[in-house]
């Protein structure tokens, strides 16, 4: 999901290894890798075409973002789902976002305000695909999602606040499409709103518009049983 980071300004490309992890956890964040799959360096090796001492490394990233667990002397697992888990992640996503979202509505400037329209426009041409019954690009709908909530909160002004965001997105993403959640048109509805509401730069609007977006996609999910409680 997030811009792939480019070792040094020569123009050269990620190392093999970078790619590895950045395949991996893209399979755990859209569920290619289930929640509780067991992780076989031998099978993953396989798969992902690379040593198993490679594997291990990009293994131990995983473990510290909270994207996969260690069964002691076992191995690895990818981090399994949970009601009271879910909370907690929006939870912090809801702090974090808010709090950027209303820094950045007090200093984007007129270039701000043309990447929060148009990551807006990206977004809101998938969701009417979505609201017709078009499901085939769920990874681009989120992508666009995704760009547009960083769009909005990228004049806050802080690196730190940015990236420990984008750490949260991706877990809070994770469970998003694990139950598979869209909410239809009031998800596009807030969407809209916290469009509205940005431009104006009315930031007390925008943040309960958050608030609510956020809370409400947790209750849904926790209706749709998708996860365990």
Same mark, same amino acid.
């Given at each position: 999901?997030?811009?792939?980071?480019?070792? !040094?300004?020569?123009?050269?490309?990620?190392?093999?290894?970078?790619?590895?992890?950045?395949?991996?956890?893209? !399979?755990?964040?859209?569920?290619?890798?289930?929640?509780?799959?067991?992780?076989?360096?031998?099978?993953?090796?396989?798969?992902?075409?690379?040593?198993?001492?490679?594997?291990?490394?990009?293994?131990?990233?995983?473990?510290?973002?909270?994207?996969?667990?260690?069964?002691?002397?076992?191995?690895?697992?990818?981090?399994?789902?949970?009601? !009271?888990?879910?909370?907690?992640?929006?939870?912090?996503?809801?702090?974090?976002?808010?709090?950027?979202?209303?820094?950045?509505?007090?200093?984007?400037?007129?270039?701000?305000?043309?990447?929060?329209?148009?990551?807006?426009?990206?977004?809101?041409?998938?969701?009417?695909?979505?609201?017709?019954?078009?499901?085939?690009?769920?990874?681009?709908?989120?992508?666009?999602?995704?760009?547009?909530?960083?769009?909005?909160?990228?004049?806050?002004?802080?690196?730190?606040?940015?990236?420990?965001?984008?750490?949260?997105?991706?877990?809070?993403?994770?469970?998003?499409?694990?139950?598979?959640?869209?909410?239809?048109?009031?998800?596009?509805?807030?969407?809209?709103?916290?469009?509205?509401?940005?431009?104006?730069?009315?930031?007390?609007?925008?943040?309960?518009?958050?608030?609510?977006?956020?809370? !409400?996609?947790?209750?849904?999910?926790?209706?749709?049983?998708?996860?365990?409680?």
């Amino acid at each position: 999901m997030r811009t792939a980071r480019v070792l !040094d300004q020569t123009g050269s490309t990620e190392t093999i290894g970078e790619k590895t992890y950045r395949r991996i956890r893209s !399979d755990i964040i859209f569920g290619r890798l289930a929640p509780g799959q067991k992780l076989r360096l031998e099978r993953l090796s396989t798969q992902y075409e690379t040593s198993i001492a490679t594997l291990r490394e990009l293994l131990n990233r995983l473990l510290v973002e909270g994207l996969i667990v260690a069964e002691g002397q076992r191995g690895f697992e990818v981090m399994p789902v949970s009601a !009271d888990r879910w909370h907690e992640i929006a939870a912090m996503r809801e702090l974090l976002e808010g709090h950027a979202l209303r820094q950045s509505i007090e200093s984007g400037d007129v270039e701000w305000e043309g990447r929060v329209v148009a990551a807006h426009h990206k977004l809101a041409t998938l969701e009417k695909q979505l609201l017709s019954g078009d499901r085939s690009q769920t990874e681009t709908w989120k992508r666009y999602d995704w760009e547009f909530h960083h769009a909005l909160i990228s004049c806050c002004g802080s690196k730190a606040l940015l990236d420990a965001h984008s750490a949260i997105f991706d877990k809070y993403l994770r469970y998003q499409i694990i139950a598979v959640v869209f909410r239809g048109e009031a998800a596009a509805r807030e969407h809209r709103e916290l469009l509205k509401a940005a431009l104006k730069r009315d930031a007390d609007a925008a943040a309960d518009v958050l608030v609510k977006h956020i809370r !409400d996609c947790v209750q849904h999910t926790i209706k749709s049983g998708a996860l365990a409680s």
